[in-house]
């Protein structure tokens, strides 16, 4: 059940408290009396109130100046006054110096139903400031109780990045031992084996080579995935040909990568970006036939404050009915003697597009070549800049 | 006597595989190896045993391991490059199979010359030795500072 109003009536004359109590008697109502200031006070001290009701002139301490004490002190400051007073015309001007809403007053003697409907606004007021606070006070417990949980999240979130960062350094150490010391039993003792032997031999380094690959792209995905994600402006022509230098199978013996010029600048965590690029690139070089030269053209479409960055290839192609599960983890749609690969990257390409606010695609049929798409908020609005006013903006960016 | 380079490293197949590489790169240098960070020190600062460098010579260069049981790689980077005048000419090629960008960075600022992953293949793992030892160990005007990555 709710809690009674509290309201204190203040009068010298216990008749006129008796009247108070008779025209306010209300079960929603507590009335609390005092037949001076001096009890006002003290009951003020002691509870809370919602209202109250004062009669002017009191012997000793009038109404007048009770009032200006409670509205001096801070906790009371707030709390309506109803003065009543039978001088109107000799109190006018000091009630007209309070000017605020929270003050009124009535004409001794009372009227019954206008105090009633005085009094009932402002208990309506006190219950409505008292809902205020308590949604007010819940969604201040709220905000409080989920920063403590985002935070404590925030934490094992770092955690569990350190330990799977330091379980896949120590699940690959062995796995560098056993692919080395196979190699090194093929290198330099080689010539005391059979054939099977060193067939064996290179099947242990080949399977350890894989298990490498897969924690390594694990933890990739897993860096995409969890990693603090700041996003800046980023030269996407610039990225794609840095990152065409780095890898051997994207090198001009061994592939043709033609990157459309005046590529806009897109808001992208570089990082990010670098792992995008290379599994689009990576793949479009790898998925074709053998002995077929890979091409990969890479051009731009602006679409709505967007930019669609298209890899298209030359390569084997991919069925329509795989397109949907080409995106998730550890889809590989081709035997490992064919094509090798952990069936991560383009599960990485998707993440780190999606946190970054982007999508995804791809437009394939077998024997056509596939289309792969990566769609990235632009960095700025203006579309028509040149590449060189363009690079001129990043760098004041930088 | 040739000249020394140390190994700092707890993986006992780590140390047989930078053996063999050296064996295999066929460089004129002794290779010795401690295999953790408080030895790495006591070696360095001529400890124990250590006092006795006709054994135990100051290497020219340390290819030093980050993850060791008591005192980290980078403890014993600290360690050496500040407050050990004696030793600033020394060469320390970070190698370990940390590729953290946050390690690599680390590293850098405590003061190594070089930050390497250690290669996955024996053969690149000798390519390796003879690169760094050719690039800061040849001639007199040996490259202070330049940055050198194997991939």
Redesign the interface.
Known sequence: MESPINILIVDDEPKNLVVLETVLDNPSYRLVRAESAEQALLALVAEEFALLILDIRMPGMTGIELAKLVKERKKTARVPIIFLTAYYSEDQHVLEGYGSGAVDYLHKPVNAAILRSKVAVFAELHLKNREVEMVNHALRTEVAERRLAEEKLQKLVEELEVFSYSLAHDLRAPLRSLRGFSDILVEDHGATLDGDALVYLRRISTSAQRMDDLIRDILAYTKVARAEFPLTSVDVGKLIQDVAAIYPSLQPDQADINVAPNLPAVLANEAALVQVFSNLLGNAVKFVSHGVRPRVNVRGEEVDGFLKLWFEDNGIGIPKEAHDRLFNLFTRLNRSEDYEGTGIGLAIVRKAASRMGGTVGVDSEPGRGSRFWVMLKKAQQTSQLSGLAQKSVLDQSR | MSDTILLVED?A??VL?MK?AFTKARVPYDLKVVNGGRQAIDYLSGEGIYSDRHSYPLPKLVFLDL?LPDVSGFEVLQWIRKGQPALKDMVIVVLT??D?TSDIQRAYDLGANSFLS?P????K?TDMVREVIGHWLSGPDRQQGSVHRAS
């Open positions: 993986r197949d780590d595989f063999r993850s199979s940390s953290l250690k996955s293949e024996p053969a793992l």
